[in-house]
């Protein structure tokens, strides 16, 4: 009698005990993230090779590399990703085609990172001389953006050149072959044809001009729904090492830590990361919620933003429709919160 009791409590016992690993395992399986990330030099990738976001959030993060943002995109319309990073020309691709995403920061204003840059030798020393000439260029992406809008500011079509559809790494093989003239690019690609080429225009004169880009996180409306703690945490975090960045910007040498983890995560090398990292903007809590970015709803730069490229490649037959609102695309309500959260 006194063995079935045992037996019983003994089974009780281990039902209990398995019925506890099922639910610790449940709890580990929702604590995963995907997120995606490009090679852009930014603070991120500090946090990235140090597991601080790990360290931050408790969730387990699996990092994707993705050479362009529209190949960010497609995977995040494709359930592959949590969160990506991409720049403002593909989130206004992704937006205009209605994909359930939002974008909940600026990872960076553009200005002088990308530029078009013209190889010395091409015979190309102001934009007239870019007739009959080869231009790479990673299709749907800012830089793409900037080439059309370059080429429409200088009195020129498509037709007048030829423009290549290349990825970053195929664009320095190119170049180093000599099978293009120039390209609009950004670092660590744009760092080495610069060896040996000029810059012919930046993205920041272009956005001078009224049409700015940025990069932006953009999040899939599903998972910061069901995750709105981990989101707030991963931007708290993320706002940490930016901060940290522009207060030490001007010592940062190729020997601090930042510098050396960038270089490590996205290739290159550290004294490059110095150098290109200083021609971004990285914005705080307030200038990310301010009207010139996330804030102010329809009115608000980040919104205007989407809407003015959306209608740029629409003309240029990139996208096939607009959307009639692309406020419902920018969430600033988890940058706020990870602010109060200080």
């Known amino acids: 009698m006194i063995t079935n009791k045992l037996k019983k409590s003994t089974l009780v016992k281990s039902i209990a005990l398995a019925s506890t690993l099922l639910c610790s395992v449940a709890t580990q399986a929702a604590e995963q993230v995907t997120i995606g990330y490009q090679g852009m ?17 408790g969730y387990e993060i699996k990092w994707r ?7 960010a995109i497609t995977a995040m319309a494709a359930g592959a990703v949590d969160m990506t990073v991409a720049g ?12 359930e995403m939002e974008l909940i920061w600026i990872m960076e204003n553009i200005a002088d990172a990308e530029a078009l840059v013209v190889k010395d030798g091409s015979g190309i020393s102001s934009p007239s001389d870019l007739k009959g000439k080869k231009i790479a260029v990673p299709f749907v992406s800012t830089t793409h953006f900037h080439m059309l809008f370059a080429l429409e500011q200088f009195g020129l079509s498509e037709k007048d050149l030829k423009l290549i559809n290349m990825q970053p790494n195929a664009i320095m093989a190119a170049w180093l072959r000599g099978d293009i003239d120039g390209a609009f690019i950004w670092d ?37 729904a069901e995750n709105e703690e981990f989101v707030v945490k991963f931007l708290s975090t993320l706002a940490s090492v930016d901060s940290e960045y522009v207060a030490g910007r001007e010592s940062m ?25 200083k021609l971004y903007e990285f914005l705080d809590f307030d200038g990310q919620l301010s009207c010139q970015w996330l804030g102010c709803g329809a009115e608000g730069g980040a919104t205007k933003a989407l809407k003015s490229t959306s209608e740029f490649l629409l003309k240029e037959k990139k996208i096939t429709e607009l959307q009639p609102d692309y406020s419902m695309y920018v969430n600033p309500t988890f940058a706020e919160k990870a602010k109060a959260s200080l």
């Open 65 to 71: 590399k993705f050479d362009s943002g529209a190949k």
């Open 188 to 224: 660590p690609a744009l760092g080495k044809i610069k060896q040996d080429g000029s810059v012919l225009i930046t993205s920041k004169q272009l956005g001078s001009w009224g049409k700015p880009t940025f990069d932006g996180m953009i999040a899939s409306k599903a998972f910061t």
């Open 253 to 277: 040498t190729a020997e601090s830590p930042m510098a050396k983890s960038v270089a490590k995560v996205v290739g290159g090398d550290p004294e490059g990361v110095v150098a290109a990292m």
């Open 41 to 57: 030099y930014n603070p991120m990738k500090y946090a990235i090779d140090t597991k601080l976001f790990e360290e931050k959030t």
């Open 88 to 99: 403002s020309s593909p989130i206004a691709s992704a937006a205009s085609k209605g994909i």
